[in-house]
T-cell receptor, first 113, second 116 residues
């Protein structure tokens, strides 16, 4: 069964820290992987997409890496700010699933001043 | 910046009633999706739609659900006879016009459906 797991489930850090969110997936045959941000009661904001042929993608203070062979992706957030507080979701488009995303349960991040 | 929009933001209905959730995907996108998120649970795929037909659906998407693109801009999800367990946030998404569907999906703000 194709599954996506995110660790940790919750994280609380002081402002300014660099942090890493982890995502693992059960099948290395993927087309792409997306990281999303979700604020409470709100929609999903796409942060980064990594195609299966790529190793990493960067956007501002965010860097996402992909290691298909080990079934892992990490989202690195540099110099965290209180405004980064949200739930971060990892979603995988597995090969064979025509165009659906399988989501992890998310990491709930709190950055305190 | 183009975005996916959804209406209404919140829908309250009685069990057994029909509801229609509406979405306006990004204008040049050709692939459309519905997902749902029950409170406290993962986001789950419901259905994908391309070229005026369903391309894939999950086991959740049973005969009570249907999708339609009634015109050039709207994409709808209909639930014929709502159940209590249909209460969830429903997200519409779209992705772009390239032949491969393996591109970035953009999500709307969601419709919170409450079934009483």
């Amino acid at each position: 069964k194709q599954e996506v797991t995110q660790i940790p489930a919750a994280l609380s850090v002081p402002e300014g820290e660099n942090l890493v969110l982890n995502c693992s997936f059960t099948d290395s045959a993927i087309y792409n992987l997306q990281w999303f941000r979700q604020d409470p009661g709100k929609g999903l904001t796409s942060l980064l997409l990594i195609q299966s042929s790529q190793r990493e993608q960067t956007s501002g203070r965010l860097n996402a890496s992909l290691d298909k062979s080990s079934g892992r992706s990490t989202l690195y957030i540099a110099a965290s700010q209180p405004g980064d507080s949200a739930t971060y979701l990892c979603a995988v488009h597995f090969s064979g699933g025509y165009n659906k995303l399988i989501f992890g349960a998310g990491t709930r991040l709190a950055v305190h001043p | 910046e183009p975005e996916v929009t959804q209406t209404p933001s919140h829908q309250v209905t009685q069990m057994g009633q029909e509801v229609i959730l509406r979405c306006v995907p990004i204008s040049n996108h050709l692939y459309f999706y519905w997902y749902r998120q029950i409170l406290g649970q993962k986001v789950e795929f419901l259905v994908s739609f391309y070229n005026n037909e369903i391309s894939e659906k999950s086991e959740i998407f049973d005969d009570q659900f249907s999708v339609e693109r009634p015109d050039g801009s709207n994409f709808t999800l209909k639930i014929r006879s709502t159940k209590l367990e249909d209460s969830a946030m429903y997200f519409c998404a779209s992705s772009d016009l390239y032949e491969t569907p393996y591109n970035e999906q953009f999500f709307g703000p969601g419709t919170r459906l409450t079934v009483l």
